[in-house]
């Protein structure tokens, strides 16, 4: 069974510039999670799906930032205009279940994002 | 939101067992314990998780003290490819938010 998988896994890109990020999560999980580390800083989460609806996007940036799951499958990240600060590492996760119920999430390699 | 507090950094022999403490004291009573490690630059993997009892499977061993204040996780025979950053995390009550923090850098050598 296939894992997140999440495209591209690199991408550099300059001050201004547009980027999409893709993530596939694993087949049959409806809860999708996109996750950041950013230079010198801890993984924070971003926001939460549920099939195709967001649940939690608390921790989205701010506004240049545009995170969908059209048909509740992949989901897609666009940062537009991409800034400096948004240079770091993008990880998408998956889950069958919502973790209150002590389920796991399952994080893909990651997207790594260097803006110039 | 609910923390953990890791050391930096240990070190621990080829062949040897590592034990990896996390001390989570603001825990609510319904909060699991969870351990991912990142290899190098790879993805956050899954270790274990727990609530209150003592859990193992076939990566490691997780032992949650009573008062669910404080956990440790053990490696029972650490090899060199178990050297990564492992990370205790808690989830923020009532979300579905994994609270990363700095984590432990576990350097197994030979």
């Known amino acids: 069974e296939a894992g997140v998988t999440q495209f591209p896994s690199h991408s550099v890109i300059e001050k201004g510039q547009t980027v999409t990020l893709r993530c596939d999560p694993i087949?049959?999980?409806?809860?999708l999670y996109w996750y950041r580390r950013v230079m010198g800083k801890e993984i924070k989460f971003l926001l939460h799906?549920?099939?195709?609806?967001?649940?939690?996007e608390s921790g989205m940036p701010n506004n240049r930032f545009l995170a969908e799951r059209t048909g509740g499958t992949y989901s897609t990240l666009k940062v537009q205009p991409a800034e400096l600060e948004d240079s770091g590492v993008y990880f998408c996760?998956?889950?069958?279940?919502?973790?209150?119920?002590?389920?796991?999430?399952?994080f893909g390699e990651g997207s790594w994002l260097t803006v110039v | 939101d609910a923390k953990t507090t890791q050391p930096p950094s240990m070190d621990c022999a080829e062949g040897r067992a590592a034990n990896l403490p996390c001390n989570h004291s603001t825990i609510s009573g319904n909060e699991y314990v969870y351990w991912y490690r990142q290899i190098h630059s790879q993805g956050p993997q899954y270790i274990i998780h727990?609530?209150?009892n003592n859990e193992t499977n076939e990566m490691a061993s997780l032992i949650i003290t009573e008062d669910r204040k404080s956990s440790t996780l053990i490696l029972p025979h650490a090899t060199l490819r178990d050297t990564a950053v492992y990370y205790c995390?808690?989830?923020?009550?009532?979300?579905?938010?994994?609270?990363f923090g700095t984590g432990t850098r576990l350097q197994v050598f030979p």
């Open positions: 727990g609530l209150k």
């Open positions: 995390i808690v989830r923020a009550p009532n979300t579905d938010k994994l609270i």
């Open positions: 996760a998956s889950s069958q279940e919502r973790l209150g119920s002590g389920n796991t999430i399952y």
């Open positions: 799906f549920v099939k195709e609806s967001k649940q939690d």
């Open positions: 087949s049959g999980h409806d809860n």
